[in-house]
């Protein structure tokens, strides 16, 4: 047990012996027992990295989406590290590598719960930060509740995704947001529903997803209109032209609103509502 993430270090699942890797945070800089936080895949659904304090989500850097993570816009193609993440029947795990030998990083998970990617500067002898998964409120976990999205760059920061409004305004308007949001019209499960493009988004929780590697996007719309219970879908896979699918059933939850770096979602909506969301939120 570690509270540092190595590079050739692989972060996840062997399926084949059903044992799990994951780092685990000290309980203070000076005390080196283990500490409340741990950070690891999910594999329940389509897998996606998070951060807990027990059993509890503090975190969550979302599915990946065959570029990064969804809710990591951060992690992009550097000189220094490289990196993968592996998906098949044997193995699931995210991995990273040195591209240049001579310079030294490592991710810590610190007792605060958050992870820190360090580089260590020779000259100073000391590891100074080179990023952060967590950055700002809209990184806690859920903070806007179900089907509500967190954008830093609005006051207040929490929004009802469109077509959707406040669960309990009164308590929205004083800045509560744990109860989310609901449908402005309830869903039926008539033959006229269809879907609503939302762009520029961090994945919602993928603890109740389903997902295809070699479906297209019209494949998986059609699979996700015909199951009533199916309440949105996107690519599994960004890269290139976009492929496999991606469903969610149930309450859309820790959604956040990036300025120009995020995913598209397609969220079930009742005939009236068509149409109502291209623009971005």
Known sequence: MTDTFLPGMKVGWDLVAGT???????????????????????????????????????FRDGPWNGLRFSG????????IYNFTFVLNEKEIYYQYNLINSSVFTRLVLQPSG?????????????????????????????????????????????ECLKGFEPTSPDQWRVGDWSQGCRRTVRLDCEPGEGFNKYSNLKLPGTQRSWYNMTMTLVECEKMCKRNC???????????????????????????????????????RMPPSELGKSEQKI
Do not use: H, M
């Not at 800089?29 to 503090?58: C, H, M, W």
């Open 114 to 158: 958050r992870i820190e990617r360090l580089l260590w500067i020779d000259s100073k002898q000391v590891w100074d930060i080179y990023l952060t998964r967590q950055n700002d409120i809209c990184d806690q976990y859920a903070v806007c509740g179900p089907f509500g999205s967190c954008n830093i760059d609005n006051s207040p920061v929490c």
């Open 72 to 79: 990591a816009p951060n992690l992009r193609p550097n000189p």
């Open 20 to 58: 799990e890797t994951r780092y685990t945070s000290k309980k203070s800089n000076d005390d080196p027992a283990a500490g409340e936080f741990s950070a690891g895949l999910d594999i329940r659904g389509y897998p996606q990295t998070i951060v807990t304090d027990g059993r509890e989500i503090k």
């Open 229 to 267: 219970s199916c309440i949105a879908y996107t690519n599994a896979n960004i890269s290139g032209s976009g492929s496999g699918c991606l469903l969610w059933f149930g309450d859309l939850i820790d959604i956040r609103t990036f300025a120009n770096t995020g995913d598209t979602l397609y969220i």
